[in-house]
């Protein structure tokens, strides 16, 4: 079956002309590439070098399913069951492929419409499909599907809304505790008294459910990048870590020196318990009319932490805890962070005062599924992390000192 003709844009500039099949949604054929410096980063290699053009298809067409709605969203079957519509890719055609992530969208060759006119940081939009992923399944006599909702990542419930002229995530919690909200606040606090660059989060309360809320840290001017881009076309041989990998990949593609800021990032990891870290929950802030990349992203998505699944009794167990993305457990992670010297444990000194606080002067406490019980056993066993960082930092400088005074052999 013959596909359907669109020009892929990044804000008003033709980068290809695609095929995209009308039954699967998928893009089937590049019929002509207008700007090769313009593709998603990461689908050709460093050099801009088109070699084939099988792999390139096939990754850019990896990169237009990763932007649809992820099969695994809680709720999702139901809201696409409402909606008559059979897969999320066919809402990434109704919606333009517009997203508040980046600057990428579809058009019709034939069409007279302007960026301008239809993207999100700058215009308006509709909630309506938010409100579907949510549950909210009311009739209403049109639903509009030009959404950033349609572009959305992960597998909590979560919608787009304007809040004071600010576009913002709301993003749900699982389980019975419905833990996540209250840790991505967790997060924001500790990382506030670290004085480290982080997306900060608050609690909103919508329809008698809670919500974490955050402002997008994406502007008309710049897009996330990913960590998983960078790998698009580097092929990790067995006898190279995860983590030499990747620095391999970034070294390769030419971006600068984000190392400490990982650094930085994996020690939050290691005292939250993040267990769910993937290459698409952190990255890097590109310009999008120079193409450079100029930071790297403000940590986010810090809500598989803190023991959210545990049951209350076992929270703070010495077991090992997992973690992601370099090393299987948080233990073995820490140990790829060479340097703590940006790290002062005082600031940390009233963490657990302070979420408390948070955690008692907020309505959550009073309405969410999370006991005082737990709640303090939380807080308890993250000083209880603090201090088994000092121990390690402790162990680890006696270490170094121990080998640059070890006496030479004669």
Known sequence: ??????ILKQKEYPVANISINPVSFTIDKII?????DRLPFGIIDAEKSIINQDILLKNLNNWWIRRSIPASRDGLRSALEYLNINMPQELLIKGLGLSLSD???ITNPNADVKWQEVNFFENVFSEDMGNVLLGDTRQRDEIDLLSPDNTSDGWLKKKWTIIDGKRCLLKSGSGTEQQEPLNEV????LMNKLELNHVDYSLIKRNDDFFSVCETFIDTDTE???AAYILYN??????????DHFFSACKELGLPDFKNDIHKMLVVDFLIVNEDRHYHNFGFIRNVETLDIQSFAPIYDNGTSLWYRTPTYNIGSNKRNNSKPFRSNHERQIELVKSFGWLDF???NNLKEDVLDYYYSSP???TANISEDRIKRITTSMNNRIHELKQYIKLHENKIYRIEHEEPDI
Not at 1 to 6: A, D, E, L, P
Not at 186 to 189: L, N
Not at 234 to 243: A, L
């Open 1 to 6: 079956m013959q596909g359907n003709k669109y």
């Open 32 to 36: 002509e590439i207008y700007d090769v």
């Open 103 to 105: 600057q990428y969208w």
């Open 186 to 189: 967790i997060a924001s606090i």
């Open 224 to 226: 996330l990048i990913p």
């Open 234 to 243: 580097k092929h990790k041989p067995n006898h190279i870590s995860p983590y």
């Open 346 to 348: 005082d600031q940390l």
């Open 364 to 366: 959550y406490s009073q």
